[in-house]
């Protein structure tokens, strides 16, 4: 059985390399996945395909051999190749098919695929591919276009020397201005606070003042405004009263009352008591 040899080659970061996969149908497989089988390498290209396989069927049979890959962006096969068997004995067919440079992200999964009466064995697929290492410039500091990320950041950031003097009076100056606007903050307050503890003042005058109005009849108001006007309140005034007789509701029995002869000792008693306090005042 002949054998096909791919070789890879590899130059520097900034030229094409090479490669070849693993076989995609080992064990006679007659189905994979491509993401399993071409490196996940950004830029990467196919650009042949190569395989190998057996049949095993009767000369007078029809059989069709379809050696294809589906279209992972589309409908269809983005690769296939068919090999006709029929009327012809079984045997081992090699080929090498080169396809257009087509990038990794069309090629979706693979098969071998058996139309008519027979089956394939010893199956082997393999996949030319190409890619540029430095399809991304960052992925290597030695490609071209490569930019150095902690160049950037240090270009972006501005460093500042804490010893310097003018950071350092701009820094006062920052605090200083903090201050003076906290305190023109708090006067603010304070006048608001003073300014509203006076118009409550006069809104309570003002709703007093309504509620004793509200109690005068208009002849009360008219003498309460004139004395407001004298700025003083007479001490004393009269008032009418209507009324009549008030007749006694108690009536006594007896005209004449007793003497309370124990009321009179008492009084003498006191009388007496009262006396004798004083003089002692004078005694010597």
Known sequence: MPVLLLLCCSVSYSST???????????NALQWVMSNILPQQAGLQVNSVFYRYTTVKNPEDDMLVHVQNENARGTGYIFRETDDWSGVNGNTITKSVPVPLIPIDFWGNGSIEVEGQGSVVDTE????YQFDPCFDPQSNPTCPNYVDPMAVVNEAIDV????????????????????AQDEEDERRERRATAEQVEEDDTRLEVLLGIAIESEFSADQLVLHNNLMALKGIPTSYTYTINGGTY????????????????????SLAQDLKHQQIVNLQYAK
């Open 160 to 179: 500042i020397d804490p010893l310097d003097e003018d950071y350092i009076q701009a820094e006062l100056d920052r605090k200083s201005n903090m201050r």
């Open 247 to 266: 007749n006694d509701a108690v009536t006594l029995k007896d005209a004449k009352l007793p003497k309370n002869s124990k009321g009179l000792r008492v």
């Open 125 to 128: 697929v393999v996949y030319g």
């Open 17 to 27: 390399e090479y490669g070849i996969t693993g076989n995609a149908a080992r064990d």
